[in-house]
T-cell receptor, first 110, second 113 residues
């Protein structure tokens, strides 16, 4: 079982729709969870971090964490073509090890 | 400007050569990381370091070596033992506690010729 799992996609959504990206993790003692966006050929940039169960909103982005189900998600409202990128989920535990999933490719259709 | 600087941006290596990728940060971060990314793939952890003079192997450490002699520097050597080194290499740093975000350098694209 991989430590962090994501559906590789591509996930295709029309402009203006809600994009829902999902991630599961295997280490129950994981403490912090991150979503990064990566454009082709570029380095990842942080979108959201979440540390406790529930929802965290920042503009058009909402991160959701459910530690009991070992599940973290990212919702993007009013999706724009500029949101088209690979979204990487990352998980960190007590040892400071930071593990990434394989990423989900999002395509927003104009 | 605070940030993470990786150099060079592009690197070409002949088979059998060792090459060293540079990563420097002026963010006063304790933890630093090296990742490898292959086309269409996620980031795989090579090595990470939580403090000076200490580092741990990640999931794909074979064929790589690192040092952490200074807080701001974490160079990665790709040795001749790494049979398929062509990839995009990313360095990241974070403040050192678990509940802090990691920030990335611009990456080094290594190609074996």
């Amino acid at each position: 079982q991989k430590e962090v799992e994501q559906n590789s996609g591509p996930l295709s959504v029309p402009e203006g729709a809600i994009a829902s990206l999902n991630c599961t993790y295997s280490d129950r003692v994981s403490q912090s969870f991150f979503w990064y966006r990566q454009y082709s050929g570029k380095s990842p940039e942080l979108i959201m971090s979440i540390y406790s169960n529930g929802d965290k909103e920042d503009g058009r982005f909402t991160a959701q964490l459910n530690k009991a189900s070992q599940y973290v998600s990212l919702l993007i409202r009013d999706s724009q073509p500029s949101d088209s990128a690979t979204y990487l989920c990352a998980v960190s535990g007590a040892t400071n090890k930071l593990i990434f999933g394989t990423g989900t490719l999002l395509a927003v259709q104009p | 400007d605070g940030g993470i600087t990786q150099s060079p941006k592009y690197l070409f290596r002949k088979e059998g050569q060792n090459v060293t990728l540079s990563c420097e940060q002026n963010l006063n971060h304790d933890a630093m990381y090296w990742y490898r990314q292959d086309p269409g793939q996620g980031l795989r952890l090579i090595y990470y370091s939580q403090i000076v003079n200490d580092f741990q192997k990640g999931d794909i450490a074979e064929g790589y070596s690192v040092s952490r002699e200074k807080k701001e520097s974490f160079p990665l050597t790709v040795t001749s033992a790494q049979k398929n080194p062509t990839a995009f290499y990313l360095c990241a740093s974070r403040a050192g506690t678990v509940i802090t975000e990691a920030f990335f350098g611009q990456g080094t694209r290594l190609t074996v010729v």
